[in-house]
T-cell receptor
Framework: NAGVTQTPKFQVLKTGQSMTLQCAQD?????MYWYRQDPGMGLRLIYY???????DKGEVPNGYNVSRLNKREFSLRLESAAPSQTSVYFC?????????????FGPGTRLLVL | AQTVTQSQPEMSVQEAETVTLSCTYD???????LFWYKQPPSRQMILVIR??????QNATENRFSVNFQKAAKSFSLKISDSQLGDAAMYFC?????????????FGTGTRLTIIP
């Protein structure tokens, strides 16, 4: 299993440009998540999807949209990038085993908005 | 809303010694999960250990153990026999037991340096 994969690894954008961050998992997990990590801070939840076809806002959703394309894929879109969106973005999926739930993370996408 | 506080931005420990990282949290729930994640320079988030709040017994994973004090809302991580590979940022996190809808709240992290 590849686990959780993210593309691209690194991206530079100009203010106002758009892009989509891709995330895929091959573990047949239902729930998927997008977080951002800023310097000196922990991860903050942007959006999540509890199942295919459903999405919900997290703590910091402004400026982002998401699509749960199918069970495997959960994409994050920046329609008009701003310097404040410079961050490292992590995708995660949720493993449920009986009553135990654990999130597994992708390697991250580093985004620089100029 | 839940909050997670890590009051030690940086810690250092001599190789082979023991170090304890602190974490406190605030929640009104009686049942929840707590986690410690490790983030090495590669930025990969790696699960170190987890604790279910309903369990009184402290979780242990090899050299890693926790001291979970539910009444005090404290969840510290002890690393025994520290190794150079333990150098990383360590994040404490809380999650509600909303099955299939778990959302993690992270602390700001503690940077651990291992001194050879």
């Amino acid at each position: 299993n590849a686990g959780v994969t993210q593309t691209p690894k690194f991206q530079v954008l100009k203010t106002g440009q758009s892009m989509t961050l891709q995330c895929a998992q091959d573990m047949n997990h239902n729930s998927m998540y997008w977080y951002r990590q800023d310097p000196g801070m922990g991860l903050r939840l942007i959006y999540y999807s509890a199942s295919e076809g459903t999405t919900d806002k997290g703590e910091v959703p402004n400026g982002y949209n998401v699509s749960r394309l199918n069970k495997r894929e959960f994409s994050l879109r920046l329609e008009s990038a701003a310097p404040s969106q410079t961050s490292v973005y992590f995708c995660a999926s949720l493993r449920t085993s009986g009553s135990l739930e654990t999130q597994y993370f992708g390697p991250g996408t580093r985004l620089l908005v100029l | 809303a839940q909050t997670v506080t890590q009051s030690q931005p940086e810690m250092s420990v001599q190789e082979a010694e023991t170090v304890t990282l602190s974490c406190t949290y605030d929640t009104s729930e009686s049942d929840y999960y707590l986690f410690w994640y490790k983030q090495p320079p590669s930025r990969q988030m790696i699960l170190v250990i987890r604790q279910e709040a309903y369990k009184q017994q402290n979780a242990t994973e090899n050299r890693f153990s926790v001291n979970f004090q539910k009444a005090a809302k404290s969840f510290s991580l002890k690393i025994s026999d520290s190794q150079l590979g333990d150098a990383a940022m360590y994040f404490c996190a809380h999650a509600s037991t909303n099955f299939g809808n778990e959302k993690l709240t992270f602390g700001t992290g503690t940077r651990l340096t291992i001194i050879p």
